[in-house]
């Protein structure tokens, strides 16, 4: 009874208020026009500068939850980290360890773009087992990190997503200056490892192939880590090259010649994000890849930049991504010469980078 004579006090409460709105001659206050730099509140009915923004939690302050699983059908143990990223959804990233407490050299292993959720780890964690088995054998621990799908040129047409102070309802969420991007979270997944208590901060290394060695880039422009591996690296936006002026054949683009890539690509927008690099890189090309002239002129941009620890190294093979070595299609295992040598290559390199002292 108490709450319908509340519900009907309200509904009186209501009629009336549209009554006396009804009567309000008066004229509304117009909404101040706020510059370029400025964001109206809704509350003070002012504006103020967009450098007021909310504070990023860092990474290691951002709770994540673990949940044990098995690579089938072998029943080796991983774990499933489920990552808080810059704008508080969850990414999910498969985590192997060596025995013992560490802590150790982690390596985070990625490949194109993000697509079908923890499910695309198990896959993958089954088809990179041996890599990964002897990987860890080595003292390493090894992810293989998932992220939300690529926005294509989304990179080159905002500033990196900011938090903004809550306008609207006047609370405590956090609000985003734009969308947040995959390169966000693959820095989130980066930091996260670092955080790790099994894991030694300075010594994470990263490898990934195609969108994923793009990713790379991308994020060394922001932050830095141990050492990464781009295995032909699709690095394209980052390099801001105007593809609508690049050749292509049954509509896949043609840029295999470094000097056609080097003109039709923003070399001041792409210098100004490798300046900011510190991360040393190994760069695997392939010599009939289609971006291989894209692969290239990273590296010899880095390297006119002055990033130090640079290393270019080219092969011969049919297969893209060839770096990483995956079990076939029917389970077999049975990578041929030239994957096994691009192993030792890359292992060397992070052996050396993140001071891997652990029997081999």
């Not at 894991?199 to 490898?207: N, P």
Request: hydrophobic residues 35%; contains cysteine; glycine residues 8%.
């Amino acid at each position: 009874m108490a709450r319908m004579t509340t519900s009907l006090a309200l509904i009186a409460l209501a009629c009336a208020g549209t009554a006396l709105g009804a009567q309000d001659t008066a004229p509304k206050t117009s909404r101040p026009k706020c510059a370029a730099n400025e964001t109206f509140d809704v509350h003070t009915g002012s504006c103020h500068s967009d450098s007021h923004t909310a504070e990023l939690k860092s990474q290691k302050d951002r709770p994540y939850l673990i949940v044990p699983r098995k690579i089938s059908p072998s029943g080796t143990p991983y774990e499933l980290h489920l990552v808080e990223t810059r704008d508080e959804i969850y990414v999910p990233v498969g985590v192997r360890k060596p025995a013992g407490k560490g802590p150790f050299p982690a390596v985070l292993v990625g490949s194109g773009n993000g697509v079908g959720g923890f499910t695309r780890i198990e896959t993958a964690l089954y088809r990179l087992e041996p890599m990964m088995d002897e990987m860890v054998k080595r003292g390493y621990v090894v992810a293989f990190a998932n992220y939300r799908n690529e926005i294509p040129e989304a990179y080159n047409s905002a500033s990196r997503a900011k938090n903004l102070e809550d306008t609207i309802s006047g609370g405590a969420r956090v609000l985003k200056s734009t969308a947040t991007l995959d390169s966000d979270d693959y820095i989130s997944l980066i930091e996260h490892l670092q955080n790790l208590p099994f894991v030694r901060h300075d010594d994470v290394g990263t490898i990934g192939v195609s969108h994923s060695g793009e990713l790379q880039a991308k994020a060394a422009s922001q932050v830095t880590w141990g050492g990464g591996v781009l295995i032909e690296g699709a690095s394209y936006e980052f390099l801001a090259v105007d593809t609508s002026k690049a050749p292509r054949k049954d509509g896949v683009m043609q840029l295999q010649d470094p000097d056609l890539v080097k003109k039709i690509a923003n070399k001041q927008k792409a210098m100004e994000r490798i300046h900011r690099m510190k991360t040393p890189f190994l760069h695997l090309g392939r010599d009939r890849d289609h971006l291989q002239g894209v692969f290239r002129t990273l590296y010899d941009w880095m390297t006119e930049a002055g990033v130090k620890d640079q290393t270019w190294i080219s092969a011969d093979h049919d297969t893209h991504g060839y770096g990483l070595l995956y079990r076939q299609e029917d389970g077999s295992y049975a990578p041929d010469a030239m994957q096994k040598k691009s192993f030792d290559e890359w292992m060397s390199f992070f052996d050396k980078h993140l001071h891997n002292t652990a029997q081999r």
